[in-house]
């Protein structure tokens, strides 16, 4: 549901009624989602520090449902930016108590494997949506029948039939989520830090934690919220504006076709992160950042001729294989690096940085030409690599730490 919802901003720049749009309206809709997104990761973030990370997932999921509707059934812009505002809060207010239940309710040996495993979601989400929107013009001529009675009035717009498997992916996705989230275990962790012990063993009880863990003394809390401030900075634009945003403004005939291979990219380097992460956090994470800038320096070379879809895919494909393996060390380290009485709010304020300044970047690449925008991308990808080189020297290794951080019992 986060990739499917992640896409519907800028694949819908193509419907019908926002095929002649302003720039000024064409940015809007770009911005609309990274901005509610921040607010979700923010307002949510706390709630579930404050209320637990299952009754958060119980609102956001009334959020983005309400969200998706609309956005089916939008027929002008202000429809659309409802859906949107409606369905980008709730992504965005999950992401936060997601990551933070992973990270406490399941061992060190699967926590990493299944953060990124959790993550990429997000990127086979969007992979799928956008591989339906290429192949739309052929499911509306089989399709036709039943979409003209169930989008009665909105019959040649073009686009029913994208329109229709987002109503049915999604409401498949809503009734999975309901039936999961009614038996999903609270975090004993939390519930252990709130001062509900009881509560916490019989919550642990229900799973299966394995091995010993290593007991250290916890990081700077604002050293450490400022490196991975820098990374998500760095890694979140590079990620966005590759993925999403060059092709709107520097490829407006070709931009599906971009997001797909991207988000595929990302998506099949997901798979292979879970494994490779395991081996080390800090390897990982600066072997992941100086790939990413590897790799923009060689379409940086071959800036003149991304216009050929023929040069310019393959070169997307890579930088965002390295980008999947920068998202998945933040998304790892985000939950692992913060304490447990306030690791969701940490998360929260942790990607209001990246994701301010991925809105900020929205509008100041409006005008930019492919080897500005190229420049600046390869620009964010050596930040994030002295981040991670800095982590890399000083930093600690997370992999089988106890993030509560305290005391080894007795």
Do not use: C
Not at 201 to 220: A, M, N, R, T
Not at 301 to 309: E, G, P, Q, S
């Amino acid at each position: 549901m986060w990739g499917i919802i992640a896409t519907i901003g800028p694949l819908s720049l193509s419907f019908p009624f926002l095929s002649s749009v302003s720039l000024q309206t064409k940015t809007l809709v770009l911005a609309i989602g990274p901005i509610v997104i921040m607010l979700g990761n923010l307002i949510m973030g706390i709630m579930a520090d404050k209320i637990g990370r299952k009754r958060v997932f119980i609102a956001t999921m009334i959020s983005y449902g309400f969200g998706i509707i609309f956005l089916v059934f939008a027929s002008n812009l202000i429809l659309l930016l409802i859906g949107l505002i409606l369905s980008e809060f709730g992504v965005g207010g999950e992401e936060p108590s997601g990551l933070s239940l992973i990270s406490e309710d399941f061992s060190f040996a699967e926590r990493s494997k299944l953060l990124t495993f959790v993550a990429n979601f997000n990127n086979i989400g969007s992979a799928f949506m956008s591989g339906i929107f290429l192949i739309e013009a052929t499911l509306e001529s089989r399709l036709s029948p039943v979409l003209n009675h169930i989008f009665i009035g909105m019959s040649g717009s073009g686009d029913l039939s994208f329109r229709f498997i987002l109503l049915v992916s999604a409401t498949i996705l809503v009734f999975l989520m309901i039936y999961s989230r009614i038996l999903l275990p609270e975090s004993y962790r939390w519930l252990r830090v709130m001062g509900k012990e009881n509560e916490a063993e019989q919550e642990k009880s229900k799973l299966i934690i394995q091995g010993k863990e290593e007991y250290v003394k916890q990081p700077s809390y604002l050293f450490s919220v400022a490196i991975l401030m820098v990374m998500g900075v760095s890694q979140y634009l590079t990620f966005g504006l590759m993925a999403y945003i060059i092709g709107p403004y520097n490829f407006p005939n070709n931009y599906p076709v971009l997001i797909f291979v991207a988000l595929l990219g990302a998506s099949v380097a997901g798979f292979a992160a879970m494994f490779l992460i395991n081996r080390g956090r800090r390897n990982f994470t600066l072997l992941s950042f100086l790939g990413g800038a590897i790799s923009m320096v060689v379409i940086l070379a071959f800036n003149t001729m991304l216009a050929n879809m023929v040069v310019f895919l393959p070169l997307l494909f890579v930088n965002m294989i390295f980008s999947e393996f920068a998202w998945a060390s933040r998304t790892t380290l985000e939950p692992e690096l913060v304490p447990t009485r306030i690791r969701s709010t940490s998360i929260g304020i942790i990607r209001l940085a990246p994701m301010a300044a991925y809105v900020i970047s929205v509008y100041l690449t409006a005008m930019l030409g492919i080897f500005d925008f190229i420049l600046l991308n390869l620009g964010l990808w050596v930040i994030g690599f002295i981040a991670a080189l800095i982590w890399y020297i000083v930093g600690i290794e997370t992999r089988n730490v106890n993030i509560d951080y305290g005391k080894e019992p007795s």
